[in-house]
């Protein structure tokens, strides 16, 4: 009943939850309830919510998914989960994976600001004395992962391992995480 209502709106009012529009009458939410909102937001753990999915989609595929997060020194594998069946890859957690070569690096130089990667990237390049050409090369192996929303690994870094990743965004759409799936060539087609 709008007798009932009243109160909890006036009180709401008062405590910034809601406020009236003047013009219309209508209610909307005031700034300490968006503030809460953002505050909620913030503590979301992506690596907890995405540990989740990775378990629900290595059982579904039965190949082992990896989790990365940005790091010091790049892309960092925070969590593996790994399938039912025996799959032997050379990974583990705190593994940090090549910009260039892995799929779960390629999708970090793709959608994070160049600011944080052009420095690593440069540096793999010098180490590997890398021409124009391949730099060329890099750049459009970047756009077709912004392209496809993917990376694909073919046997390299990892021999004889296929990879997938994909890019895992927050709520203000900025990158927060790199899912990758991972097998064996003979059992996870690159196709």
Same mark, same amino acid.
């Given at each position: 009943?709008?007798?009932?209502?009243?109160?909890?709106?006036?009180?709401?009012?008062?405590?910034?939850?809601?406020?009236?529009?003047?013009?219309?009458?209508?209610?909307k939410l005031g700034p300490f309830a968006l503030q809460m909102g953002l505050v909620a937001l913030h503590e979301l753990d992506a690596v907890k919510i995405a540990?989740?999915?990775? @378990? !629900?989609?290595?059982?579904? +595929?039965?190949?082992? =998914? /990896?989790?990365?997060?940005?790091?010091?020194?790049?892309?960092?594998?925070?969590?593996?989960?790994?399938?039912?069946?025996?799959?032997?890859?050379?990974?583990?957690?705190?593994?940090?994976?090549?910009?260039?070569?892995?799929?779960?690096?390629?999708?970090?130089?793709?959608?994070?600001?160049?600011?944080?990667?052009?420095?690593?990237?440069?540096?793999?390049? @010098? !180490?590997?004395?890398?021409? +124009?050409?391949?730099? =060329? /090369?890099?750049?459009?192996?970047?756009?077709?992962?912004?392209?496809?929303?993917?990376?694909?690994?073919?046997?390299y870094p990892l021999p004889g391992i296929n990879a997938f990743s994909v890019p895992v965004f927050d709520h203000a759409g900025q990158l927060a995480l790199v899912?990758?799936?991972?097998?064996?060539?003979?059992?996870?087609?690159?196709?």
């Open positions: 009943p709008a007798a009932k209502a009243h109160p909890y709106l006036v009180s709401f009012g008062k405590l910034g939850l809601i406020e009236q529009d003047v013009g219309s009458g209508l209610y540990t989740e999915r990775a @378990a !629900a989609l290595s059982l579904d +595929i039965q190949q082992n =998914v /990896a989790l990365a997060v940005w790091g010091n020194h790049g892309p960092t594998v925070v969590r593996i989960q790994e399938c039912n069946r025996v799959v032997h890859i050379n990974m583990r957690t705190g593994t940090v994976m090549s910009l260039l070569d892995s799929a779960t690096g390629k999708v970090f130089a793709a959608y994070l600001p160049p600011r944080l990667t052009e420095e690593m990237i440069a540096s793999e390049m @010098a !180490a590997r004395q890398a021409g +124009i050409e391949e730099q =060329v /090369a890099f750049q459009s192996a970047l756009q077709r992962v912004r392209e496809r929303g993917m990376a694909r690994a073919v046997g899912m990758t799936t991972l097998g064996p060539a003979a059992t996870f087609s690159s196709d």
